[in-house]
């Protein structure tokens, strides 16, 4: 059974900082180029984050050098490191393959997990 499990979000002054992971079943991170999407309210979802099956990282402009994406691929687990947090980046954050992954012909997703940056 596929299953994603983002957690590790919450309510942060800005200039805080909180650590998000994502724990899969029925997907095997380290083969996958891995995601961390953010769906602000009002916006679509888009990638901040990603991680290469070898490691290379690559981050949206408007959280390089305060967000880190890492994996453990012992632990099927991915993280986003989130620092020197900012109001906009409250968001709903998931974590997917990349592409995403598909199941019964439809884009899967976790629940994610919230952030919210009060000012």
């Known amino acids: 059974q596929v299953q994603l499990v983002e957690s590790g979000g919450g309510l942060v002054q800005a200039g805080g900082s909180l650590r998000l992971s994502c724990v899969g079943s029925g997907i095997i991170f380290s083969i996958n180029n891995m995601g961390w999407y953010q769906q602000a309210p009002g916006k679509q979802r888009e990638l901040v984050a990603r991680i290469t099956s070898d490691g290379y990282t690559d981050y949206k402009d408007s959280v390089k050098g305060r967000f880190t994406i890492s994996r453990d691929n012992a632990k099927n687990t991915v993280y986003l490191q989130m620092n020197s947090l900012k109001p906009e980046d409250t968001a709903v954050y998931y974590c997917?393959?990349?592409?995403?992954?598909?199941?019964?012909?439809?884009?899967?997703w976790g629940q994610g997990t919230q952030v919210t940056v009060s000012s």
């Open positions: 997917n393959t990349l592409p995403t992954w598909i199941l019964n012909n439809r884009n899967y």
